[in-house]
């Protein structure tokens, strides 16, 4: 199993939870590493994002 998170973002997001009514004509996916995508309707993003525990409580405090 990878290291590497990819998280659903976006429009692919909002669909996914069902918030909103924007359709998601991409699927767009954020990482932290340049994916060569094949399929034209796969969109990744590259943005590398600190989400451990210290991180998160530090910055909701």
Do not use: C, K, Y
């Not at 995508?37 to 910055?59: F, G, K, M, Q, Y």
């Amino acid at each position: 199993m990878s290291d590497i998170l990819e998280v659903v973002s976006h429009r692919s997001a909002t669909q996914l939870h069902g918030i909103g009514d924007l359709d998601a004509d991409l699927l767009e996916f954020v990482g932290p590493a340049r994916r060569d995508v094949r399929n034209p309707e796969v969109r990744p993003v590259i943005l590398t994002v600190d989400i451990s525990l210290e991180s998160s409580a530090t910055h909701w405090r």
